[in-house]
């Protein structure tokens, strides 16, 4: 069946501006290029950010980075590393950084509407002496990522209070919510594993490989 196409496409920041007003002044003005003290706060108290990049043909990818409050280490007012943990191996973001530094980091803080957004050029280091400060649980990651900071500014709560992802008792109920397992199964269906296989494999990878 042939797809239907997008239809009314804007084509321009000028068709574009022509939909809103613009941006106010507090918004034209809020962006700042140094981790000032408020930055750093918020960046230590934030178990978890979402790392976005893209490869050198603008494919992009978005993938989440998260450990206890403060596991972002901060180097100075221009500087942060991530630590790279475990994962799938698939390496999407630390390849895209290799053919492309540009990077956007949100760091979410629990309970908190508002996001702190920073945009910057990325590389991955393996520095000893920094990976022995992004250590925990007794294990020292062999590799991070470092951001050279060239935005830092914070986002509005408008897409947080639409969700309300924050409000308990607007989430659905566990039962009601998708089957992780059962999909990675269905997807992988050439493979012939089953739903079960999958849930172990899973459960056995976040007991013993979270770090």
Not at 5 to 12: C, G, H, N, V
Request: proline share 8%; net charge negative.
């Amino acid at each position: 069946m042939t797809a239907i196409p997008f239809k009314a496409i804007i084509q321009s920041e000028e068709e574009l501006r022509l939909l809103s007003s613009p941006p106010s002044e507090l918004v034209r003005n809020k962006v700042i290029t140094r981790l000032d003290s408020h930055c750093r706060e918020f960046i230590s108290k934030s178990p978890l950010l979402f790392l976005s990049t893209n490869d050198a043909e603008g494919s992009c990818d978005v993938s989440p980075r998260g450990d206890a409050p403060g596991f972002v280490y901060i180097l100075d007012d221009t500087r942060l590393v991530i630590p790279e943990r475990p994962g799938n191996r698939r390496y999407d973001s630390l390849l895209n950084i290799l053919q492309n530094p540009s990077a956007g980091l949100i760091f979410i803080i629990p309970g908190l509407e508002e996001t702190l957004r920073i945009n910057g050029k990325a590389c991955i280091t393996a520095d000893p002496e920094l990976m022995e400060k992004l250590s925990a649980q007794g294990k020292i990651p062999q590799i991070g990522i470092g951001v050279e900071v060239e935005e830092c500014y914070i986002h509005c709560a408008k897409a947080f209070k639409r969700s309300k992802l924050w409000d308990p008792e607007q989430w659905p109920k566990r039962e009601n919510l998708p089957n992780p397992a059962a999909i990675i199964a269905d997807h992988v269906r050439g493979l012939k594993v089953t739903e079960e296989q999958v849930a172990r494999s899973l459960a056995e990878s976040y007991e013993k490989r979270l770090y």
